[in-house]
Nanobody, 114 residues
Framework: QVQLVESGGGLVQAGGSLRLSCAAS????????MGWFHQAPGKQRELVAT???????NYADSVKGRFAISRDNAKNTVYLQMHSLEPEDTAVYYC????????WGQGTQVTVSS
């Protein structure tokens, strides 16, 4: 089993920045890819960014150039640095990790005011 705990969400004005963190515990040696999804009210959960154990990253087109995902394998933590936030980025952000199955965090709310 893998447990994921997110932190760092909050309220920010448009153009501002936030950094999300996700700490993994449990059977961490089985974890491969980690990343972030978000889900806005009334919409499906969508991929934001992923990062492999080796550091290969992938981003949704909507966040390229604004968000950066990173990973500290020694701390079993993945980060999402978000810049130039837009009201359209408002959503619950979920951390996820893949091993023998997909694990999800509980989600953290990000609200961007215009």
């Amino acid at each position: 089993q893998v447990q994921l705990v997110e932190s760092g969400g909050g309220l920010v004005q448009a153009g501002g920045s936030l950094r999300l963190s996700c700490a993994a515990s449990g059977n961490i040696f089985s974890i491969n890819t980690m990343g972030w999804f978000h889900q806005a009210p009334g919409k499906q959960r969508e991929l934001v960014a992923t990062i492999t154990t080796g550091g290969i990253t992938n981003y949704a087109d909507s966040v390229k150039g604004r968000f950066a995902i990173s990973r500290d394998n020694a701390k079993n933590t993945v980060y999402l640095q978000m810049h130039s936030l837009e009201p359209e980025d408002t959503a619950v952000y979920y951390c996820y990790a893949t091993s023998f199955r997909v694990y999800w965090g509980q989600g953290t709310q990000v609200t961007v005011s215009s």
